[in-house]
């Protein structure tokens, strides 16, 4: 039975994303994301983070995975090994040949898989397919690759297309890009190298049988930018939506589609509205609200934030919005005063008094009126700007 490892390397001082293995993205350090990948996967003996940096202990001691201090002359922000690579020189890193060799030198395993926390999309799915593939096609080396299929050039010179005729993108050969989300070694062969230091032989990168094993363009995505690192945070955030890629779509009885709150709430005839001073304060009371505003026909916005949105609207009976849905998210509302009636693109209607709660999930048709016999104040809650999508009745 083969032993298989797998290492996560952190490493501080980064410059592009000035400390970017401490960055909380979508509320978890990177590395978070690719040890649990690496733990559900079920591909590894062992599961290692390596660090010189002490800080990153304590991702290993929370994520249940064991912790390897290398020293900083090894492979660390003071390296100073030698192979064909490079001569580092007492230099910050950038070889991973010389902490992998480091790594080898002190953990027996008879094939390593490295991870990079920088590739927190990565599944373990793919990881396991990988591993199934390091070992199976008896490989010396294997990475990950992401297989693109467009028009491809090397300077000016075609490299998958010809410019004679055009050619649907679906029918060019991919080319395929080096993603190191994920890259795997025969230890034997990766340490014979390594200590053999030629540099007209391969290796020890790139050793013996070389393979190449396909990924998503979502896994491949990698954090060295802070476009990429904006990417990566924006497709974290959005997986727990992903039922509703391509659901909704544009049709015939759409009028009109507004996100402006102030607008769009004015046009269902609200008179007052109030501005930036009313809301995001720490501590906010609706009936001292109620006494400012005045009257029954006004929006005071609670909360106004990055990600959400919660306004007190008061309306007086027979008043109401247009018939609409939202797609990108759910919404909800807490009936302070009066009645309001929902009335839903099925025929239901939801009939809600003071403290009821209403909860519509998104793509649901409704129409709110205030149905008395008083002035009613609802409490609505959404996302931030949430897209209304106005349709006939």
């Not at 390593?112 to 920088?118: C, E, S």
């Not at 004015?266 to 009313?278: I, T």
């Not at 609200?289 to 919660?310: E, F, R």
Request: one cysteine or more; proline letters at 6%.
């Amino acid at each position: 039975m083969n032993k298989v490892t797998a290492v996560i390397p952190l490493l501080l001082g980064s410059t592009r994303i000035p400390d970017k293995n401490l960055i909380l993205v979508n509320g978890y350090p990177m590395a978070f994301y690719v040890a649990a990948a690496c733990k559900a996967s079920g591909a590894f003996d062992e599961i290692y983070i390596n660090s010189e940096n002490q800080v990153f202990e304590e991702y290993a001691r929370q994520l249940g995975v064991k912790f390897y201090k290398r020293p900083a002359e090894r492979g660390g922000s003071r390296c100073k090994m030698v192979n064909k690579s490079r001569d580092c020189g007492g230099a910050r890193c950038q070889v991973h040949d010389h902490f992998l060799m480091d790594f080898i030198e002190a953990v027996p395993t008879e094939y390593l898989v490295q991870v990079h926390a920088t590739s927190p999309l990565i599944k373990p799915d793919t990881i396991r397919s990988f591993v199934e593939s390091l070992l199976g096609g008896r490989h010396d080396s294997l990475f990950t690759v992401e297989e693109i299929h467009c028009e491809t050039l090397i300077g000016d010179k075609p490299l998958n297309f010809d410019l004679a005729k055009k050619t649907m993108t679906q029918d060019l050969p991919p080319v395929r890009k080096l993603a190191w989300a994920v890259s795997g070694w025969k230890v034997e062969s990766f340490g014979a190298s390594y200590q053999l230091n030629d540099p007209a032989t391969p290796g020890p990168t790139f050793v013996g049988r070389v393979g190449f094993h396909p990924i998503s363009q979502i896994e491949a995505l990698d954090a060295d930018t802070l476009d990429e690192l904006f990417i990566i945070e924006a497709c974290l955030n959005h997986e727990k939506r992903r039922e509703n890629l391509g659901k909704f779509r544009f049709h015939d009885k759409v009028v009109e589609i507004d996100h402006r709150l102030m607008h769009l709430i004015m046009r269902d005839g609200v008179r007052k509205f109030e501005g930036e001073s009313g809301f995001n304060q720490p501590h906010m009371k609706p009936m001292e609200i109620k006494a400012k505003m005045s009257g029954t026909s006004w929006c005071h916005p609670l909360v106004y934030t990055d990600n959400d949105q919660c306004c007190l609207i008061s309306q007086s009976p027979g008043e109401g919005c247009r018939t609409h849905y939202h797609v990108t998210k759910d919404e909800w509302w807490i009936v302070i005063e009066g009645t309001f009636e929902w009335r839903l693109g099925d025929g239901r209607i939801i009939t809600a008094n003071p403290g009821e709660v209403v909860f519509l999930k998104k793509g649901t048709v409704h129409t709110i009126v205030c149905v008395g016999p008083s002035p009613g104040i609802r409490l609505a809650c959404g996302a931030r700007d949430m897209e209304h999508i106005y349709v006939k009745p």
